[in-house]
């Protein structure tokens, strides 16, 4: 296999569905440049464009919710251990 990136990901999955003809003014020299620099942008600020927020803030709050999971999964436990005795 052979692994793609940047702009060139659309061209080829507009082609495998029919559409390829869509995305061709992107592999025009005069676009090139204009087209990668537009796609640089979007991937840097995707997350904070499409979620919100940015990759770091949702990073962090997948680490604390899965703390605070772990933090009641041991509570519950506790309360299992508890009922035991």
């Known amino acids: 296999g052979r692994v793609v990136e940047g702009?060139?990901?659309f061209g080829r999955a507009y082609e495998l569905v029919g559409l390829g003809w869509l995305?061709?003014?992107t592999e025009?020299?005069?676009m090139?440049?204009?087209v990668r620099w537009g796609y640089e942008?979007?991937?840097k600020y995707r997350t904070s464009v499409t979620r919100g927020s940015s990759l770091k803030d949702l990073v962090e709050a997948h680490r604390a919710k899965k703390a605070l999971r772990k933090e009641h999964v041991q509570e519950e436990c506790d309360r299992c251990n508890n009922l035991q005795r």
């Open 32 to 34: 090139k440049p204009i």
């Open 41 to 43: 942008m979007f991937a």
């Open 23 to 25: 995305f061709k003014f």
């Open 7 to 9: 702009v060139p990901v």
């Open 28 to 30: 025009w020299k005069v």
